[in-house]
């Protein structure tokens, strides 16, 4: 039988060329890295369905059980195939959590969204193309925006999301510069009643209301 | 989120389960780390490396919860037994920030390995397999075997080394 590395062969493997060259706090912490790498936990790997899991619970901010609750379904019933979201550009660290403050990406896990919408472009923006999901917490009705194809705008210039209702009137759920990354928005009316979903080219002239300039629109369904 | 999580989900997650030994609740810990940085994000500089900030709670987390277990009731059970055993034999670890520093370090050393190093460094390290058994499990040359590895911790003593005082 093959005889297996010893702990001092592992600690010289980590050292590599430098095991004569090392620092004394350097030397002191071989033993350690040698049984971490020798320990399972280091390799271990979390479940795939963990990543959804934690957007879900970030979206409600709800607690562990209820979710460890979603997991144990999601693991006993038949898998949906869920939307694989890969982001176009690779994340530097220190932007990562600008991006977590900026744009919550939609989730494919858990019950799934209240009310979701499929936007289409206007002669605005005919190469446009969005999608939309709504999920009701506390806090209000959190809309999770994916649009591809905007372009980009003049400094000064955004976009603005509305919710619109059958009379006509619009409420502004929120403004973005870019469809690069998902956009999270926010209601407080509800778009079981406010059920037109558009995004509108916004002018910097310090007018609230809508220019007009809808780029893309949709129904709001329930989920 | 995403992106945070696959930048930093697997090395959360290592640190958890290093505490905790148990996947279920290494899961639960990764959970309340990235729900926890989220709460906190708006007081966070943007402009600063987010790992040391996610480790710190990662770490909280991990032995809050296993303070949790073991308060609860003792159960018959040795899956229970040996997580508390191990979480006892860990706790001086656990408490020890520069540990759990060493694990989060190693496992991101682990990630910038190509997929080829880490497995060779794997079955060295957790298997314990020699050069040769390795290229027998991989159907590869010995000499592709010994220069993965002798490039795998090359790399990884290089990492380790860099990373030393970032973390902290």
Redesign the interface.
């Known amino acids: 039988m ?4 010893t702990n001092h062969e ?1 600690e010289t ?6 095991v004569s060259a090392l620092e004394p706090d ?1 030397a002191a ?1 071989l033993p ?3 049984a ?12 795939a369905g ?2 959804d ?3 879900h ?2 979206m409600n ?1 709800q607690p ?1 059980e209820a ?2 609750t979603a997991i144990s379904d999601r693991r006993r019933r038949t898998r949906r195939r869920t939307r694989i ?1 890969i ?1 176009t550009t690779a ?1 530097a ?9 900026g744009s ?2 939609a989730s494919s896990g858990g019950p799934g969204p209240d009310f979701t919408a499929a936007l289409a472009p206007t002669g605005l923006a005919p190469g446009a193309h969005g999608s939309a999901e709504v999920v009701h917490n506390n806090g209000g009705f959190r809309i999770v925006l994916d649009a591809t194809g905007l372009e980009r705008l003049p400094d000064g210039t955004y976009y603005e999301a509305w919710l619109k209702d059958a009379a006509g009137t619009l409420v502004p759920i929120g403004t973005f510069s870019s469809s690069d990354q998902y956009i999270a928005l926010w209601s407080g009316v509800s778009p079981a009643t406010f059920t037109t979903l558009t995004v509108t080219i916004e002018p910097p002239d310090n007018n609230q209301a809508s220019s007009g300039r809808v780029v893309l629109v949709g129904d709001v369904r329930s989920g | ?10 090395l959360v ?2 640190v958890a ?2 505490v905790l ?1 148990r ?2 609740l ?3 810990a ?3 780390t ?2 926890r ?3 906190a ?2 007081r ?1 500089h ?6 040391p900030w996610l480790a710190t709670i990662a770490k909280r987390v991990a032995i809050d919860i296993y303070r949790r277990e073991a308060r609860r009731p003792a159960q018959p059970s040795a899956d229970v037994v040996s997580m508390v055993d191990r979480g006892r034999a860990l706790m001086m670890q656990s408490t020890d920030p520069d ?1 759990l520093d ?2 989060w370090r ?2 991101n050393a ?1 990630d910038e390995l190509s997929v080829d190093e880490a497995s060779v ?2 079955l ?3 298997d ?3 050069h ?2 390795i290229a027998d499990k991989l159907g590869i040359p010995l000499g592709t075997v010994k220069s993965r ?2 490039r795998a ?2 790399r ?2 290089d990492l ?2 860099s990373l ?1 005082k970032e973390v902290r």
């Open positions: 093959t005889e297996r590395m592992r493997l980590i050292a590599g060329d430098r350097e912490e350690l890295l040698a971490l790498l020798a320990d399972p936990t280091t390799w271990a790997e979390p479940s963990l990543e899991s934690i957007v619970a970030v901010d562990w979710t460890v979201i982001p994340a660290a220190a932007a990562a959590i600008a991006i977590v403050v919550i990406v | 989120m995403r992106l945070v999580y696959r930048e930093y989900g697997q997650y290592a389960h290093h030994g996947h279920e290494a899961e639960e990764t959970q309340q990235f729900v940085a989220w709460q994000a708006d966070v943007i402009d600063r490396d987010p790992a540990s060493a694990v190693v496992r682990i460094v794997r060295q390290h957790l314990g397999l020699t040769t058994e590895s002798h911790h090359q990884l003593t380790l080394g030393r």
